[in-house]
């Protein structure tokens, strides 16, 4: 992931809650290791806490432990992971995280969810900005809802100020009445909440240790208490199932999309157009309906992809065209033109003003500049010099049915329609081969490969073979013609 240049915010630590198993979600995979926009649901949640610059940054596991935390330490080297007990709720969550900290740490903790991906950098510093003007002990971010079912609601006194929050199964009718929910994002002061923490219990409808306890009783030793709605209430949204999961991806896409195109990026239909959070597209690039940008692709300035085109860690140079393509690890060179219909297996490199048409599959091969493999070829385990043509229909067997074995064309070749080089074979420069040519060793520099065999034709093998048939009454009638 990217890192974040800010320089850190030593009284600052985010606790980052991913212990829940999302059973909601109906999956074998953990809820926060699903994906939107080429990252999982707790990567985004990282890159935004990251952006804070925080001195520590903790996060609370417990189901599925182990694939949780590599996932995590594979995005932030730097996260520490927090092992939760036996204790449920999101009140020991934090507490245990508390006890990671440094015993010296004074500062403020930011707490979130990993399952809220479009919580946004802004929004969090916001929050922890309102909470050190304020000098709170807690401050808690929230949302307006036309429906809040689901969710515990924020309950202020008659001044307006936060009193306390009421989860949805512990909450009276007046409570639930309530449309202003709390999104599950706090600041508090680190010390107020490790005092608070201790007190609280779990005798509550779900027998668990609530974290918004702490607020009620915050709010009872009269110490400041804060909450900030926002204004875009999807961006504390948390994704619990599928339906959720595609919302949110959705969402996130539409703002990807449109972040692109405020950069300088024509698409022409930002509707069927989806790009991940870690593309990189140039000003003057021009995407196509039906276009799929995956992973770390990249696109230079000029370049037009699509439509109808999934590229997945790939790079497109400047001014390069990619039409009706599926292509995965895979470089074109500025001013090339690949598809359409064609299939760029990894490895795939194509030179500078190259070439790569119409239903042509490629792996692990390099096509130098300027060279071209136009159509209906498959071109593997390959090396192609510059300014070299492969004719239709050219496959290379470059697989033995034990080991893959390298073909290596030269500079300045052409080749006829319907080879086939049986691997390992080296064609040399300005060599040329003719139609239908299976080359099984190598064509020296300059030279002509053929397999010479003579056409044989036999009369009238049709009218003999075939009586009766429209083939044969046609044959007869242009025999009768000739004569």
């Not at 974040?4 to 030593?10: Q, S």
Request: hydrophobic share 45%.
């Amino acid at each position: 992931m990217r890192q974040n240049k800010r320089m850190t915010d030593a009284q600052l630590a985010v606790i980052v809650l991913a212990a829940g198993q999302g059973t909601r979600m109906k999956s074998s995979r953990p809820k926060i290791l699903h994906e939107i926009a080429g990252r999982p649901l707790i990567g985004h949640v990282l890159g935004t806490v990251h952006a804070l610059a925080p001195a520590h940054i903790l996060a609370v596991v417990r189901h599925e432990r182990d694939a949780v935390s590599a996932m995590i330490t594979g995005f932030s080297p730097d996260v520490v992971i927090v092992d939760q007990d036996d204790v449920p709720g999101t009140g020991r969550a934090v507490e245990v995280a508390l006890d990671a900290l440094p015993a010296d740490f004074a500062g403020d903790v930011v707490i979130v969810s990993g399952d809220v991906p479009l919580l946004d950098a802004d929004t969090l510093a916001e929050l922890l900005a309102a909470h050190r003007a304020d000098r709170a002990a807690a401050t808690l971010l929230s949302a307006i809802l036309d429906d809040a079912t689901g969710y515990g609601r924020v309950v202020r006194d008659v001044n307006g100020s936060l009193d306390r929050i009421a989860e949805q199964k512990d909450a009276s009718a007046d409570e639930l009445a309530i449309t202003e929910i709390n999104s599950g994002t706090y600041v508090f002061g680190v010390a107020a909440l490790r005092e608070q923490l201790a007190l609280v219990g779990t005798d509550n409808a779900q027998n668990e240790k609530y974290l918004t306890d702490v607020v009620g009783l915050l709010r009872a030793t009269g110490a400041t208490m804060g909450a900030l709605a926002v204004t875009e209430p999807w961006r504390v949204a948390g994704v619990n199932d599928r339906v959720q999961l595609g919302e949110a991806g959705i969402r996130l896409n539409q703002l990807i999309v449109a972040a692109h195109q405020r950069a300088g990026v024509t698409i022409q239909d930002p509707a069927t157009t989806w790009i991940d959070s870690d593309v990189v597209i140039a000003p003057d690039v021009e995407i196509l309906p039906g276009t799929q940008l995956k992973g770390a692709t990249k696109i230079d300035t000029g370049a037009r992809v699509g439509p109808d085109t999934t590229l997945v860690d790939c790079e497109i140079g400047e001014n390069a065209t990619v039409t009706r393509t599926d292509g995965t690890l895979a470089v074109i060179g500025a001013g090339a033109s690949v598809g359409p219909f064609a299939y760029l297996r990894p490895n795939t490199i194509l030179g500078v003003k190259g070439k790569i048409g119409t239903f042509v599959e490629t792996k692990n091969s390099t096509i130098g500049d300027g060279s071209k493999v136009p159509h209906l070829s498959y071109i593997g385990d390959t090396t192609v010099g510059v300014e070299s043509n492969v004719g239709a229909g050219t496959i290379t067997a470059n697989y033995d049915g034990v080991n893959k074995h390298k073909t290596v064309v030269g500079s300045h070749v052409r080749t006829g329609s319907h080879n086939v080089f049986v691997a390992p074979v080296t064609i040399g420069d300005g060599a040329y081969s003719g139609a239908g040519t299976v080359v099984r060793k190598d064509i020296p520099a300059g030279a002509l490969g053929l397999n010479v065999a003579p056409q044989r034709n036999i009369e009238g093998w049709v009218e003999a073979n075939r009586a009766g048939t429209a083939a044969a009454t046609a044959a007869a009638a242009a025999s009768e013609r000739d004569e």
